[in-house]
């Protein structure tokens, strides 16, 4: 299987470890959006993508990329790290998702988990959630990883 990890991780890392993680499970490769040319997404079997939360959105280099991506098929995963919890009505992940459907990608599902977070009423404190992701974290990105590659069907 055929497997590339778009990830966009500019703060402290977080999203790169998550990233990282996975990829050996899926035999990826992760690659920044400016690193990989469309065409070779269109010839994955899956395609992840992945960024850390800002302002409640994943990150504007990566929801441009797919935005800017020709028509496709294929199976996608959406996965996020994030300073706050999620808001069950309204998903970070759900404008990304979205996005990829109307690309033509079937998504077959996400991920996200808390992590390090230093936005500026956090970094009054020195940040929150200083030593995430940990372990149990990244058990559960390579958990998702492994019922993707083992075609589990939808995972969340």
Not at 4 to 29: E, F, Q
Not at 101 to 128: H, M, N, Q, Y
């Amino acid at each position: 299987m055929k497997t590339v990890i778009v990830c966009v991780s500019v703060s402290h890392g977080n999203t790169r470890r998550v990233a990282d993680t996975m990829a050996p499970v899926l035999g990826a490769k992760v690659v920044a959006p400016e690193e990989v040319d469309p065409g070779e997404l269109a010839g994955a079997d899956l395609v992840g993508f992945g960024s850390g939360v800002f302002y409640g959105r994943l990150h504007p280099r990566l929801t441009d990329f797919v935005k800017a991506l020709p028509a496709a098929r294929g199976r996608a995963f959406v996965f996020a790290t994030r300073g706050l919890p999620e808001v069950p009505p309204a998903p970070f992940a759900r404008p990304l998702v979205r996005l990829l459907e109307g690309k033509g990608f079937e998504v077959d599902g996400s991920f996200s988990c808390r992590a390090f977070d230093t936005w500026t009423p956090f970094k009054l404190v020195g940040g929150i959630n200083k030593q995430r992701p940990d372990a149990g974290d990244l058990a559960a990105a390579r958990a998702f990883a492994e019922r993707l590659r083992d075609g589990g069907g939808p995972v969340s």
